[in-house]
Antibody, heavy 118, light 113 residues
């Protein structure tokens, strides 16, 4: 079965960077987009961007350009998202999610909590 | 960007009642080439990841109970729970999968009386 296993919670200082991971299993990693979604506590969902591991092509929400960098390692079936120049506005849960067949998010990781604090 | 607006922001219903919630998009989500509306619904239970319920406005994801019914076209969409159960306590989000950036509504919180 399809599974997305995300890395553990992060505590980071303002101005620092963090790199989150999302390890995929149960399907051919290179065949489906991996998306990243942000959710601040008690709030809605924001799409950050997506990566197609087969080619490495990425598409970003303009709002997150310069903030998030998406990469993928085919050898380990793992997608990564690096968040840079962290501020308190970046404190949130970040989900990775795999597309189904129609650009909807059919499978989700369990989420990674990022806390930015001095 | 397509703006998605959900209403109400919260509602409280008793078990067995019918629940309806609305989602409106700032532009049409209807693809004229295939006549499909690119609108999805997700359920997020407390402390969990979102779960896909419906896509193409009315196509239920495999394994989703048939009490969850998606409808609508163009810019106006509805998620109906025909007979709400206690386990349906959750936040519900709509999302357009018509264009990038993918955008979500602000959510409807369903509470059970």
């Amino acid at each position: 079965q399809v599974q997305l296993q995300q890395s553990g919670a992060e505590l980071a200082r303002p101005g620092a960077s963090v790199k989150l991971s999302c390890k995929a299993s149960g399907y051919t990693f290179t065949d489906y987009y991996i998306n990243w979604v942000k959710q601040r506590t008690g709030q809605g969902l924001e799409w950050i961007g997506e990566i197609y591991p087969g080619s490495g092509n990425t598409y970003y929400n303009e709002k997150f350009k310069g903030k998030a960098t998406l990469t993928a390692d085919k050898s380990s079936s793992t997608a990564y998202m690096q968040l840079s120049s962290l501020t308190s506005e970046d404190s949130a849960v970040y989900f990775c999610a795999r597309n189904g067949n129609y650009a909807v998010f059919a499978y989700w990781g369990q989420g990674t909590l990022v806390t930015v604090s001095a | 960007d397509i703006v998605m607006t959900q209403s109400p922001s919260s509602l409280a219903m008793s078990v067995g009642q019918k629940v309806t919630m609305s989602c409106k998009s700032s532009q049409s989500l209807l693809n004229s080439s295939n006549q499909k509306n690119y609108l999805a619904w997700y359920q997020q239970k407390p402390g969990q990841s979102p779960k896909l319920l419906v896509y193409f406005a009315s196509t239920r994801e495999s394994g989703v109970p048939d009490r969850f019914i998606g409808s609508g076209s163009g810019t106006d969409f509805t998620l109906t729970i025909s007979s709400v159960q206690a386990e349906d306590l959750a936040d519900y989000f709509c999302q357009q999968h018509y264009s990038t950036p993918r955008t979500f509504g602000g959510g409807t919180k369903l509470e059970i009386k």
